[in-house]
Protein backbone atom coordinates (compact mmCIF):
# COMPACT_ATOMS: atom_id res chain seq x y z
CA UNK A 1 0.00 0.00 0.00
CA UNK A 2 1.36 3.35 -0.88
CA UNK A 3 2.26 5.50 2.44
CA UNK A 4 -0.48 7.26 3.61
CA UNK A 5 1.99 10.11 5.29
CA UNK A 6 3.50 10.70 2.01
CA UNK A 7 2.59 13.99 0.36
CA UNK A 8 1.26 14.30 -2.90
CA UNK A 9 3.40 17.04 -4.24
CA UNK A 10 2.72 17.06 -8.05
CA UNK A 11 0.24 19.91 -8.86
CA UNK A 12 -3.39 20.05 -9.10
CA UNK A 13 -3.84 23.70 -10.81
CA UNK A 14 -6.03 22.05 -13.48
CA UNK A 15 -7.92 19.21 -13.03
CA UNK A 16 -10.31 18.48 -16.23
CA UNK A 17 -13.62 16.24 -16.31
CA UNK A 18 -13.98 13.94 -19.41
CA UNK A 19 -16.73 12.04 -20.24
CA UNK A 20 -14.94 8.23 -20.30
CA UNK A 21 -17.83 8.19 -23.73
CA UNK A 22 -16.06 10.55 -25.50
CA UNK A 23 -13.15 8.45 -27.10
CA UNK A 24 -12.34 11.85 -28.85
CA UNK A 25 -12.25 14.28 -25.90
CA UNK A 26 -10.13 11.54 -24.09
CA UNK A 27 -7.22 11.56 -27.20
CA UNK A 28 -7.31 15.15 -27.05
CA UNK A 29 -6.89 15.00 -23.18
CA UNK A 30 -2.96 13.94 -23.99
CA UNK A 31 -1.97 16.73 -25.39
CA UNK A 32 -3.23 19.32 -23.09
CA UNK A 33 -1.62 21.42 -20.61
CA UNK A 34 -3.69 20.12 -17.72
CA UNK A 35 -2.07 18.77 -14.14
CA UNK A 36 -4.69 15.83 -13.60
CA UNK A 37 -7.65 14.27 -15.61
CA UNK A 38 -10.81 12.89 -14.30
CA UNK A 39 -12.36 10.18 -16.48
CA UNK A 40 -16.05 10.44 -15.53
CA UNK A 41 -18.05 7.65 -15.28
CA UNK A 42 -20.53 9.31 -12.98
CA UNK A 43 -23.09 12.17 -14.12
CA UNK A 44 -21.30 12.68 -17.30
CA UNK A 45 -22.25 9.84 -18.61
CA UNK A 46 -25.91 8.69 -19.82
CA UNK A 47 -27.57 5.29 -18.60
CA UNK A 48 -27.42 3.66 -21.60
CA UNK A 49 -23.76 5.00 -22.38
CA UNK A 50 -22.31 3.67 -18.93
CA UNK A 51 -21.22 -0.10 -19.94
CA UNK A 52 -19.52 0.99 -23.35
CA UNK A 53 -18.14 3.77 -21.60
CA UNK A 54 -16.43 1.71 -18.86
CA UNK A 55 -14.62 -0.46 -21.60
CA UNK A 56 -13.61 1.91 -23.49
CA UNK A 57 -11.92 3.74 -20.54
CA UNK A 58 -10.15 0.82 -19.36
CA UNK A 59 -8.93 0.32 -22.85
CA UNK A 60 -7.79 3.90 -23.15
CA UNK A 61 -5.77 3.89 -20.03
CA UNK A 62 -4.25 0.87 -20.82
CA UNK A 63 -2.94 1.81 -24.00
CA UNK A 64 -1.52 5.64 -21.72
CA UNK A 65 -0.26 8.46 -23.57
CA UNK A 66 -1.51 10.56 -20.71
CA UNK A 67 2.45 11.51 -19.63
CA UNK A 68 3.01 13.30 -16.54
CA UNK A 69 -1.09 14.07 -15.97
CA UNK A 70 -2.34 12.68 -13.15
CA UNK A 71 -5.06 10.18 -14.08
CA UNK A 72 -8.34 9.57 -12.06
CA UNK A 73 -11.50 7.91 -12.57
CA UNK A 74 -14.83 9.21 -11.01
CA UNK A 75 -16.69 5.77 -10.67
CA UNK A 76 -20.36 5.53 -9.49
CA UNK A 77 -21.38 4.90 -6.12
CA UNK A 78 -21.68 1.47 -4.84
CA UNK A 79 -25.56 2.21 -3.89
CA UNK A 80 -25.93 1.73 -7.61
CA UNK A 81 -26.30 -0.53 -10.21
CA UNK A 82 -22.74 0.08 -12.10
CA UNK A 83 -20.21 1.26 -9.22
CA UNK A 84 -19.14 -2.57 -8.66
CA UNK A 85 -19.01 -3.06 -12.11
CA UNK A 86 -17.07 0.22 -12.97
CA UNK A 87 -14.50 -1.16 -10.09
CA UNK A 88 -13.88 -4.65 -11.04
CA UNK A 89 -13.00 -3.27 -14.78
CA UNK A 90 -10.88 -0.31 -14.02
CA UNK A 91 -9.46 -1.85 -11.41
CA UNK A 92 -6.88 -3.25 -13.33
CA UNK A 93 -5.64 -0.17 -15.16
CA UNK A 94 -4.41 1.23 -11.95
CA UNK A 95 -5.25 4.50 -12.38
CA UNK A 96 -3.47 7.07 -9.63
CA UNK A 97 -6.93 7.44 -7.81
CA UNK A 98 -10.09 6.29 -7.66
CA UNK A 99 -12.18 9.42 -7.02
CA UNK A 100 -16.17 7.77 -4.82
CA UNK A 101 -19.24 10.12 -5.96
CA UNK A 102 -21.32 11.24 -2.57
CA UNK A 103 -19.40 10.16 0.16
CA UNK A 104 -21.44 10.81 2.99
CA UNK A 105 -18.88 9.33 5.88
CA UNK A 106 -15.85 7.50 6.55
CA UNK A 107 -17.74 3.92 6.27
CA UNK A 108 -18.03 4.66 2.58
CA UNK A 109 -14.40 4.98 1.91
CA UNK A 110 -13.67 2.20 4.51
CA UNK A 111 -15.99 0.33 2.05
CA UNK A 112 -14.02 0.76 -1.24
CA UNK A 113 -10.77 0.77 0.70
CA UNK A 114 -11.65 -2.78 1.65
CA UNK A 115 -12.54 -4.16 -2.33
CA UNK A 116 -8.89 -2.64 -3.02
CA UNK A 117 -7.30 -5.33 -0.23
CA UNK A 118 -8.59 -7.95 -2.49
CA UNK A 119 -6.73 -6.81 -5.31
CA UNK A 120 -3.02 -6.35 -5.68
CA UNK A 121 -2.92 -4.23 -8.68
CA UNK A 122 -4.31 -1.50 -6.91
CA UNK A 123 -2.03 -1.51 -4.32
CA UNK A 124 -1.35 2.11 -5.23
CA UNK A 125 -4.01 3.45 -6.48
CA UNK A 126 -5.83 5.91 -3.66
CA UNK A 127 -8.90 7.40 -2.92
CA UNK A 128 -10.46 10.73 -3.47
CA UNK A 129 -13.70 11.97 -2.36
CA UNK A 130 -16.16 13.79 -3.99
CA UNK A 131 -17.36 16.09 -1.11
CA UNK A 132 -21.27 17.10 -2.26
CA UNK A 133 -23.45 16.32 -0.04
CA UNK A 134 -24.50 17.97 3.84
CA UNK A 135 -23.43 15.04 5.43
CA UNK A 136 -20.25 14.60 4.02
CA UNK A 137 -19.24 17.97 4.71
CA UNK A 138 -20.30 17.41 8.11
CA UNK A 139 -17.77 14.01 8.13
CA UNK A 140 -15.06 16.11 6.45
CA UNK A 141 -12.50 15.40 9.05
CA UNK A 142 -13.21 12.24 9.79
CA UNK A 143 -13.87 11.04 5.66
CA UNK A 144 -9.79 12.47 5.71
CA UNK A 145 -8.54 10.22 7.54
CA UNK A 146 -10.06 6.70 6.44
CA UNK A 147 -7.92 4.36 4.55
CA UNK A 148 -6.13 5.34 1.45
CA UNK A 149 -7.35 9.34 1.47
CA UNK A 150 -5.46 11.41 -0.44
CA UNK A 151 -7.80 14.05 -2.34
CA UNK A 152 -11.17 16.08 -2.41
CA UNK A 153 -13.03 17.41 -5.07
CA UNK A 154 -15.59 19.90 -4.09
CA UNK A 155 -19.02 19.16 -5.57
CA UNK A 156 -20.32 22.24 -5.31
CA UNK A 157 -23.28 21.83 -8.10
CA UNK A 158 -24.56 18.69 -6.00
CA UNK A 159 -23.71 20.90 -3.26
CA UNK A 160 -26.11 23.55 -4.23
CA UNK A 161 -28.78 21.37 -5.14
CA UNK A 162 -28.69 19.78 -1.66
CA UNK A 163 -28.79 23.08 0.43
CA UNK A 164 -30.89 24.86 -1.61
CA UNK A 165 -28.02 27.29 -1.93
CA UNK A 166 -28.31 29.81 -5.11
CA UNK A 167 -24.89 31.46 -4.36
CA UNK A 168 -21.16 30.43 -4.05
CA UNK A 169 -21.26 32.79 -0.81
CA UNK A 170 -24.14 29.85 0.35
CA UNK A 171 -21.37 27.56 0.14
CA UNK A 172 -18.50 29.41 1.74
CA UNK A 173 -18.55 27.18 5.19
CA UNK A 174 -18.40 23.91 3.23
CA UNK A 175 -15.51 24.72 1.06
CA UNK A 176 -14.04 25.73 3.98
CA UNK A 177 -14.32 23.18 6.20
CA UNK A 178 -13.29 20.70 3.58
CA UNK A 179 -10.23 22.59 3.52
CA UNK A 180 -9.73 22.55 6.91
CA UNK A 181 -10.23 19.11 6.67
CA UNK A 182 -7.81 18.65 4.01
CA UNK A 183 -4.83 20.76 5.50
CA UNK A 184 -5.32 18.98 8.89
CA UNK A 185 -4.66 15.23 7.24
CA UNK A 186 -2.49 16.22 4.09
CA UNK A 187 -4.54 15.82 1.78
CA UNK A 188 -5.09 17.38 -2.38
CA UNK A 189 -8.01 19.45 -2.00
CA UNK A 190 -9.44 20.86 -5.53
CA UNK A 191 -12.54 23.20 -5.88
CA UNK A 192 -16.05 23.24 -7.80
CA UNK A 193 -16.51 23.55 -11.30
CA UNK A 194 -17.29 26.45 -13.13
CA UNK A 195 -20.02 25.70 -15.38
CA UNK A 196 -20.43 28.89 -17.63
CA UNK A 197 -17.45 27.47 -19.31
CA UNK A 198 -17.58 30.70 -22.36
CA UNK A 199 -16.90 33.21 -19.49
CA UNK A 200 -13.48 33.51 -19.03
CA UNK A 201 -13.37 36.59 -16.66
CA UNK A 202 -16.14 34.49 -14.33
CA UNK A 203 -14.27 31.74 -14.47
CA UNK A 204 -11.03 34.03 -13.51
CA UNK A 205 -12.08 35.43 -11.06
CA UNK A 206 -13.71 32.14 -9.08
CA UNK A 207 -10.15 30.77 -9.39
CA UNK A 208 -8.54 33.79 -7.64
CA UNK A 209 -11.39 33.28 -4.65
CA UNK A 210 -10.50 29.74 -4.53
CA UNK A 211 -6.45 30.25 -5.03
CA UNK A 212 -7.14 32.51 -1.49
CA UNK A 213 -9.01 30.36 0.23
CA UNK A 214 -6.21 27.77 -0.14
CA UNK A 215 -7.76 25.36 -2.93
CA UNK A 216 -5.05 23.43 -4.75
CA UNK A 217 -6.43 23.99 -7.88
CA UNK A 218 -9.90 23.83 -10.24
CA UNK A 219 -11.86 21.12 -11.58
CA UNK A 220 -13.08 22.01 -14.99
CA UNK A 221 -15.24 20.37 -17.79
CA UNK A 222 -13.57 22.33 -21.01
CA UNK A 223 -10.39 22.70 -22.89
CA UNK A 224 -10.91 26.24 -23.04
CA UNK A 225 -11.05 26.63 -18.78
CA UNK A 226 -7.10 24.84 -18.44
CA UNK A 227 -4.76 27.86 -19.07
CA UNK A 228 -7.45 30.26 -16.85
CA UNK A 229 -6.98 27.86 -13.80
CA UNK A 230 -3.20 27.05 -14.69
CA UNK A 231 -2.15 31.20 -14.28
CA UNK A 232 -4.24 31.72 -11.09
CA UNK A 233 -3.29 28.14 -9.22
CA UNK A 234 0.99 29.17 -10.13
CA UNK A 235 2.80 31.12 -8.24
CA UNK A 236 3.29 34.65 -9.78
CA UNK A 237 6.46 36.00 -11.34
CA UNK A 238 6.03 38.50 -8.28
CA UNK A 239 5.00 36.06 -5.74
CA UNK A 240 8.57 33.92 -6.51
CA UNK A 241 10.63 37.00 -6.61
CA UNK A 242 8.99 38.30 -3.32
CA UNK A 243 9.92 34.74 -1.80
CA UNK A 244 13.58 34.66 -2.91
CA UNK A 245 14.21 38.00 -1.50
CA UNK A 246 12.51 36.57 2.13
CA UNK A 247 14.61 33.96 2.06
CA UNK A 248 17.50 36.07 1.58
CA UNK A 249 16.63 38.60 4.18
CA UNK A 250 15.95 35.90 6.43
CA UNK A 251 18.98 34.12 6.01
CA UNK A 252 20.97 37.28 6.40
CA UNK A 253 19.23 38.13 9.55
CA UNK A 254 20.03 35.05 11.16
CA UNK A 255 23.69 34.92 9.93
CA UNK A 256 23.76 38.25 12.18
CA UNK A 257 22.20 36.68 15.38
CA UNK A 258 18.36 38.12 14.61
CA UNK A 259 15.25 36.29 14.00
CA UNK A 260 13.40 38.38 12.23
CA UNK A 261 14.31 39.90 8.97
CA UNK A 262 12.21 43.45 6.79
CA UNK A 263 10.94 42.92 3.28
CA UNK A 264 9.21 45.53 1.61
CA UNK A 265 8.11 47.15 5.23
CA UNK A 266 6.90 43.77 6.43
CA UNK A 267 8.45 41.11 9.25
CA UNK A 268 9.61 38.18 7.60
CA UNK A 269 9.62 35.50 10.22
CA UNK A 270 10.56 31.90 10.14
CA UNK A 271 6.57 31.07 9.40
CA UNK A 272 6.83 33.44 6.23
CA UNK A 273 10.27 31.80 5.03
CA UNK A 274 8.15 28.12 4.98
CA UNK A 275 5.57 29.78 3.16
CA UNK A 276 8.42 31.22 0.61
CA UNK A 277 10.01 27.78 0.31
CA UNK A 278 6.65 26.01 -0.70
CA UNK A 279 6.08 28.86 -3.21
CA UNK A 280 9.71 27.73 -4.50
CA UNK A 281 9.14 24.53 -4.45
CA UNK A 282 5.49 24.60 -6.30
CA UNK A 283 6.73 26.44 -8.98
CA UNK A 284 9.56 24.27 -9.33
CA UNK A 285 7.02 20.96 -9.54
CA UNK A 286 5.01 22.68 -12.20
CA UNK A 287 8.20 23.52 -14.01
CA UNK A 288 8.72 19.48 -13.65
CA UNK A 289 5.15 18.92 -15.11
CA UNK A 290 5.39 21.22 -17.88
CA UNK A 291 9.56 19.68 -18.82
CA UNK A 292 7.87 16.20 -19.07
N1 LIG B 1 -12.10 17.24 -22.04
C1 LIG B 1 -11.38 17.11 -23.16
N2 LIG B 1 -11.74 17.61 -24.34
C2 LIG B 1 -12.91 18.25 -24.37
C3 LIG B 1 -13.73 18.41 -23.24
C4 LIG B 1 -13.28 17.88 -22.03
N3 LIG B 1 -13.98 17.98 -20.91
N4 LIG B 1 -14.81 19.13 -23.58
C5 LIG B 1 -14.70 19.39 -24.89
N5 LIG B 1 -13.55 18.87 -25.36
C6 LIG B 1 -13.02 18.96 -26.72
C7 LIG B 1 -14.03 18.54 -27.75
O1 LIG B 1 -13.90 17.15 -28.00
C8 LIG B 1 -13.62 19.37 -28.93
O2 LIG B 1 -12.50 18.76 -29.53
P1 LIG B 1 -12.37 18.68 -31.10
O3 LIG B 1 -12.51 20.08 -31.61
O4 LIG B 1 -11.01 18.10 -31.31
O5 LIG B 1 -13.49 17.79 -31.52
C9 LIG B 1 -13.10 20.66 -28.32
O6 LIG B 1 -12.75 20.31 -26.99
C10 LIG B 1 -14.10 21.78 -28.32
O7 LIG B 1 -15.27 21.34 -27.67
P2 LIG B 1 -16.64 22.17 -27.80
O8 LIG B 1 -17.27 21.89 -29.13
O9 LIG B 1 -16.38 23.58 -27.46
O10 LIG B 1 -17.49 21.55 -26.64
P3 LIG B 1 -18.56 20.41 -26.76
O11 LIG B 1 -19.84 21.01 -27.23
O12 LIG B 1 -17.99 19.27 -27.52
O13 LIG B 1 -18.71 19.97 -25.23
C11 LIG B 1 -19.38 20.04 -22.97
C12 LIG B 1 -19.16 20.86 -24.24
C13 LIG B 1 -19.66 20.96 -21.79
C14 LIG B 1 -20.57 19.09 -23.18
C15 LIG B 1 -18.10 19.23 -22.71
O14 LIG B 1 -17.07 20.15 -22.57
C16 LIG B 1 -18.14 18.25 -21.58
O15 LIG B 1 -18.72 17.18 -21.70
N6 LIG B 1 -17.46 18.58 -20.47
C17 LIG B 1 -17.30 17.70 -19.35
C18 LIG B 1 -18.58 17.61 -18.53
C19 LIG B 1 -18.35 16.73 -17.34
O16 LIG B 1 -17.48 15.89 -17.33
N7 LIG B 1 -19.17 16.92 -16.30
C20 LIG B 1 -19.04 16.16 -15.10
C21 LIG B 1 -18.45 16.94 -14.00
S1 LIG B 1 -19.21 18.48 -13.65
MG1 LIG C 1 -21.78 15.20 -8.20
Given at each position: ??C?????T??????L???A??????E?????????????L????????????R??L?E?????????R????R?????T???????D???AA?????????????????????????????A??R????????????????????P????????????????????RE???T???????A??????????????????E?G???E??????FG??G??????????????A????????D??R??????????????GV????????????V???????A???????????
Open positions: MAPMMHDRPYRSVYIPSRARAMKAKGLAVDAIIFDEDAVAVDEKPAADLRTLSTGGFGPAQIVINGFDEWGQADLTIAAPQAILLPKVNGPADIEALAALFEQRPETDTIWAMMETPAGILNAARIATARMAGFVMGTNDLAKDLNARSAMIALQTCLLARAHGLICVDGVYNAFKDELAACRQGRDFDKTLIHPAQIAIANAFAPSEAELLARQIEAFDSAMARGEAVVDGKIVENLHETARATLKAEAIAMMEAA
